[in-house]
């Protein structure tokens, strides 16, 4: 997926900050799912099925700046029965410029764990 930075996501040195990133995961883990699956978000939703994100891990290895044209790769790493984790790169060209992990819970609306809708879990892994 691609996305520019844009000048409200940067501090006043240009950079962007480090709070725009779960933005631009979840943007990429959200097409991900329709990619695979052909099902959206706003679909698990109706039917009460919630992903809440759990565990959230970024390593920043070099800034991102005003204009800068990113892509933002997101691949399914393991699907359990009620979880499933995420890898991420952010990319500035051929360069990485952060890697991330994410896991998701599948939760009912009671807030209570729930397994994942088969869909999810025959999606493939990378």
Request: proline share 5%; net charge neutral; charged share 25%.
């Amino acid at each position: 997926m691609k996305v520019r930075v844009r000048y409200h996501e940067c501090d006043p040195m240009g950079v962007a900050h480090h709070s725009v990133f779960p933005i631009w995961l979840e943007m990429a883990r959200t097409e991900l799912l329709r990619d695979n699956t052909a099902v959206s978000y706003r679909q698990l939703e109706e039917e009460g099925v919630l992903l809440a994100v759990v565990k959230l891990s970024i390593v920043y290895k070099t800034p991102a700046r005003y204009d800068d044209e990113l892509t933002v790769i997101a691949e399914v790493a393991t699907v359990g029965h009620v979880k499933i984790d995420h890898r991420y790169r952010i990319m500035r060209g051929e360069t990485v410029i952060a890697t991330a992990t994410t896991t998701l819970a599948c939760i009912g609306r009671d807030g209570r764990p729930r397994e994942l809708p088969a869909i999810i879990r025959a999606a493939p892994t990378e």
